[in-house]
């Protein structure tokens, strides 16, 4: 039987108790950014959690990828054929193109440009809060993911890494509203920085003035500058150039090239020197290849 | 807590974390029930004396972690919430499950709201309409889960 008249602490000295520790660890997390180690942890420890809700979604996969027609196949495979026979045709005239690159760039007596290690991933995830755009990703600590490391998938850059997890890490996508990604014009080479603005489909370029040489349908790509994305790869496509003159800057929206609300597998790339795989096919889980 | 059963209760609040993060289709995930919040009303106003506020803020913990938002802010929206359910759960209780469910329904309201309020004042969030899209669903979807939960009360007899 349970006592009418509880004793012990009233419901308003537990919420005030529990609001207070609220607002200091939005204080401590936000302001001073001193949760960032004990966010990998809990990563690590709500990692289970995000798999078993996974587990739906990758059966669902597994089936539809299973039920397919031996006609549907033969297709598919056909068409792979035709497009590695293409690619690799391209990859001969890049090896020229950047053996010349090099010695080019050994005449000029510039560095010449390092190898890129690359990893594969696949989603784990997409956050349902509406606030923030993030996605997991089924990578960790274990497998040498770093805070910060720039992800991409087949199209364009995606995002970055924001917290890591022993076996799961969380990527911030373009398109949040509180990430910014510089970037330059393929075409004249103009130099921009693209922030996020909370919709999935639209980067805002602020501070251009109303001379700048940028056109709807310029494809964005990173500029290098700042040091976490390498250089070259494609982030965005013009969409909307407006030069209103009573406003001090023009209005520049642009829309990735990522099909970012279509994720499903990514490369994450590390800017060290590619090491020699060790053993080529024991090691299958981390896929490594020079670029 | 763990007594009569309580893990069960346990138990569900896991399905609700899990339902909470499983992936969706864009168009079906903005109207996404706040399963969590669903599930602990319940338990509060089934068992207040076994889940009360410090529940529900340990809950929106791990809400905060699994969603990646800034520790703290759906924490302390959950633990407002259920405090309105604690406070006056002997008087929600008499109601009918339809009028059960439109309370439910202000208080997911209430719950987007903080929590919109909250990130506005963090970060420059600009508010949508779809933002309050849950609050249908969850409104919906009380009357099932209150007879759900029902049943498992009274099948595992949990005290």
Known sequence: MNPIFNQGISPVQRLTFVLICSAALIFFDHKMASFET???????????LQ????????????????????????SENQDYREKELFFHEQALQL????????????????????????????????????????????????????EGQPVLDEKGIVGQILHVGASSSRVILISDISHAIPVRVQRNGLRLIASGSGQIDRLIHNFVPH???????????????????????????VVLVRTDESREFSTIYSQPVAQIDRLRYMLLLSKEEAVKPVSTLSNKKVAMGKS | MFSNNGLIILLTLLVALMASITPMPLSVDAFRPDWVLIVLVYWCLALPNKINILTA????????????????????AMALSVYIVIVNFQKIRNFSVWQQALIVGVLSAQYHLIVFWLQRFLSDVVFLPNYLYPVITTIVLWPWVFLLLRRVRRHFRIK
């Open chain 1, 38 to 48: 004990a966010r990998g942890y809990l990563q690590t420890l709500v990692s289970p």
């Open chain 1, 51 to 74: 798999y078993m809700a996974n587990a739906p979604k990758q059966m669902m996969t597994w089936a539809s990828e299973n039920i397919i027609t031996r006609r549907q196949l033969m």
């Open chain 1, 95 to 146: 090896s020229i193109v950047r053996q010349e690159n090099e010695r080019l760039r050994s005449l000029l007596s510039s560095p010449v440009r390092g190898g890129i290690k690359k990893m594969f991933a696949e989603i784990l995830s997409v956050d349902s809060d509406p606030y923030s755009h993030q996605v997991v990703i089924n990578r960790g600590t274990n497998d040498g993911v770093y």
């Open chain 1, 211 to 237: 001379s700048a040489d940028v056109k709807t349908g310029d494809l964005l790509v990173t500029s290098g500058l700042g040091g976490k994305y390498p250089e070259g790869y494609p982030v965005s496509r």
């Open chain 2, 57 to 76: 803020w340990v809950m929106g913990f791990i809400l905060d972690v699994l969603l990646g938002s800034v520790l703290g802010v759906h924490a302390s």
